[in-house]
């Protein structure tokens, strides 16, 4: 099993640019999450999934869309970057509810 | 909204002592208690979590307890090691499926 697989692992965008971060898992879980991380402040939760067609806001959830057609595959859309999307992303994935849940190895995002 | 409060923000400790990591959380529903070690330029990990029907819970240098009542709960590592130096966050679950993290704890182990 590869677990869950992010791409790509660095980015540089340009102010108002667009681009999707990808995210799949092959241990067939149900719940998905996207954070993202910057210096000093942990991880805040930007989107998540319980499930196929479900969605719900996280935390930190304006200027992000995301979508679930899929169990395996859980991208983040940014549609107009901004400087302040600076950051770490990491999606991960986990079973079901109060299980562990497993981490990408992370994309490193910096807008310009 | 719900959130979790994680102290301190740095800690250093001599090799061989233990380290102590405590959190706060507002949801009441929370019954699920994640920690994770993320080491420099890597994912974060699971490295013990406990559920909100068990008081305290251990794997070998690492415990963590829950006070359910005072909404607290900590991370302790004894005898700790180089290999312990991370940094270690802790997360709740929410009443809708959320897992909400701390800041962080930066754990320095000095030789």
């Known amino acids: 099993n590869a677990g869950v697989t992010q791409t790509p692992k660095f980015r540089i965008l340009k102010i108002g640019q667009s681009m999707t971060l990808q995210c799949t898992q092959d241990m067939n879980h149900n719940y998905m999450y996207w954070y993202r991380q910057d210096p000093g402040m942990g991880l805040k939760l930007i989107y998540y999934s319980v499930g196929a067609g479900i969605t719900d806001k996280g935390e930190v959830p304006n200027g992000y869309n995301v979508s679930r057609s899929t169990t395996e595959d859980f991208p983040l859309r940014l549609e107009l970057a901004a400087p302040s999307q600076t950051s770490v992303y990491f999606c991960?994935?986990?079973?079901?509810?109060?299980?562990?849940?497993?981490f990408g190895q992370g994309t490193r995002l910096t807008v310009v | 909204g719900e959130n979790v409060e994680q102290h301190p923000s740095t800690l250093s400790v001599q090799e061989g002592d233990s380290a102590v990591i405590k959190c706060t959380y507002s949801d009441s529903a929370s019954n699920y208690f994640p920690w994770y070690k993320q080491e420099l330029g890597k994912r974060p990990q699971l490295i013990i979590d406990i559920r909100s029907n068990v008081g305290e819970k251990k794997d070998q240098r690492i415990a963590v307890t829950l006070n359910k009542t005072a909404k607290h709960f900590s991370l302790h590592i004894t005898e700790t090691q180089p290999e312990d130096s991370a940094v270690y966050f802790c997360?709740?679950?929410?009443?809708?499926?959320?897992?909400?993290f701390g800041k962080g704890t930066r754990l320095h182990i000095l030789p």
């Open positions: 991960a994935s986990s079973y079901g509810r109060n299980t562990e849940a497993f």
């Open positions: 997360a709740a679950s929410t009443w809708d499926d959320k897992i909400i």
